[in-house]
């Protein structure tokens, strides 16, 4: 039971405060034969709609943008709005007006995610309540607007404007008209001719793959008026990977990890000005071949305590001699070779002779193995031009069980000619070690010592870059 009152006037210049209540509820509870209390929140209801259900038997859905008007409202309401988005966008709501009685009539905003629902916020009285925004996770989200009042005393109602903002799709910005969509694994050619030019592509895989790369094999246009834009997309929004324009006389990779289905590679060409009709060459232009694939295998367990978390099985060779696999290697390669020497010898020597792999994805790697335990020595990966310095590594012996496990590792695509290296086992006492003496020329060298007199050095080996101090 509710009682009413229309007036309040708060006398404080008296002493004794006289007040008289205006606008002012007080709850009486009256108990009847069986007691009953009755909660002020609507109790749970099935719906066949997952929007509704717990609050509503049934509601009304509105999309895109717009505005949501409830009132004067009527006693014990209990009414249900969901408000969502043709696609999956930034959803926000903000109300124009609010007037509902106070702790009795409640209007409550509740998130649902396609699946569950969360509670934004519970209002009534007349302050407006704030904005709610959310950032859609699916085509199913949106906002349950859900208004119960109860048997007495209704006011004006509310309303609000619902506002539907597009997230960024894969086409965007100066794409936004589209263009084609490219997956899995293939090549882009597009060659330029006297007219203007405005290209898109969007390049992504089949299903959600590790990474995805494009490799530019042949790029020439015109310096700073033919442009290409490469973007990555991460399912929401681009962000500039790289602006190339010219000519290209390398090869060249560029890669993305996928976050997910949606996330790609956004391709923008630009040919602003017409070129004169003498300087056409159907030559021009670019080619780029784009993959989808994963990354390097995981550890594996072998029977052979050499190989052991790095391949299942692999070859053993020792002594002195060379190891080639540089005539092109293979997709998705797992491989493994163990260098180790008889037990004369006391330290072992690699010298790395040719290195090419694809630089970031496939890779090189000298592992240590005492006998017992696995220890990286470096992980190598790119290689190919002039300039690079080839990696050398040596190893002390400390029984006929050690030596040094080589591994190579590559992705599901883009390949090089791969590597050699040279290996040699030491039969002297004095090892192979670094030292500031050899500083500048060589990685490891010997130091050699005696008594007063004269000694003989020889060695006969090719291929190979070795220093004795």
Same mark, same amino acid.
């Given at each position: ?17 006289? @007040? ?18 009755? &909660? ?17 038997? =049934? ?23 969901? $408000?969502?988005?043709?696609? &999956? ?62 048997? =007495? ?8 404007? *619902? ?23 293939? @090549? ?7 007219? %203007? ?13 590790? $990474? ?37 006389? *390398? ?11 949606? %996330?790609? *590679? ?32 995981? &550890? ?42 008889? =037990? ?41 031009? *002039? ?72 060695? @006969? ?9």
């Amino acid at each position: 039971l509710k009682l009413q009152f229309l007036y309040f006037i708060d006398y404080n210049f008296m002493k004794e405060k006289l @007040a008289y209540l205006l606008a002012t509820t007080l709850v009486v509870t009256v108990s009847a034969s069986e007691p009953e209390n009755t &909660p002020l929140d609507a109790t749970p209801y099935d719906s066949e709609s997952a929007h509704f259900d717990g609050y509503c038997a =049934s509601g009304v859905e509105v999309t895109g943008s717009g505005t949501l008007s409830h009132g004067p409202y009527g006693d014990d309401e209990g009414l249900c709005w969901f $408000v969502t988005c043709d696609s &999956p966008s930034d959803l926000q709501l903000e109300f124009t007006s609010f007037d509902t009685e106070a702790f009795f009539d409640i209007v409550q905003v509740i998130a649902f995610d396609g699946s569950t629902h969360s509670m934004a916020g519970s209002y009534s009285g007349y302050d407006l309540p704030p904005s709610s925004s959310m950032t859609m996770a699916n085509s199913q989200s949106g906002y349950l607007i859900h208004f119960k009042s109860d048997g =007495s005393a209704s006011k004006n109602g509310f309303s609000l404007n *619902y506002q539907c903002t597009q997230k960024s799709s894969r086409f965007d910005g100066d794409c936004v008209a589209g263009g084609e969509v490219l997956t899995g694994t293939g @090549a882009l050619s597009h060659h330029i001719y006297g007219t %203007s030019d405005k290209v898109c592509w969007f390049v992504t895989c089949d299903s959600p793959a590790d $990474v995805l790369k494009l490799e530019f094999h042949r790029f020439s246009t015109e310096a700073d008026k033919e442009v290409l834009r490469v973007m990555e997309f991460d399912g929401v929004s681009h962000s500039l990977a790289n602006t190339i324009s010219g000519h290209l006389s *390398y090869s060249y990779t560029l890669s993305m990890a996928l976050t997910n289905s949606q %996330s790609g *590679y956004l391709l923008h060409f630009e040919k602003e000005t017409i070129s004169d009709f003498m300087d056409l060459d159907n030559e021009n232009g670019f080619e780029i071949n784009y993959h989808c694939g994963k990354r390097v295998v995981e &550890p594996v367990d072998s029977a052979s305590a050499h190989f052991d978390g790095y391949c299942a099985d692999g070859v053993v060779l020792s002594g002195k001699g060379a190891l080639w696999h540089n005539q092109g290697y293979g997709n998705n390669e797992n491989l493994c070779w163990f260098i180790t020497c008889d =037990s004369q010898s006391r330290s072992l020597i690699l010298e790395t002779t040719s290195f090419e792999t694809e630089n970031g994805f496939d890779y090189m790697q000298v592992i240590e193995f005492d006998g017992s335990t696995h220890s990286l020595l470096g992980s190598n990966t790119g290689g190919g031009g *002039y300039d690079d310095v080839l990696p050398k590594w040596s190893m002390a012996l400390p029984n006929s069980q050690s030596g040094l496990l080589i591994r190579f590792m590559s992705d599901a695509a883009v390949t090089r000619s791969g590597f050699s290296l040279n290996y040699q086992c030491d039969t002297d006492m004095v090892s192979y070690s670094g030292g500031p003496q050899f500083d500048g020329y060589c990685h490891i060298g010997k130091v050699v010592t005696g008594t007063v007199g004269t000694g003989t050095l020889s060695h @006969a080996f090719s291929n190979e870059n070795l220093c004795w101090f």
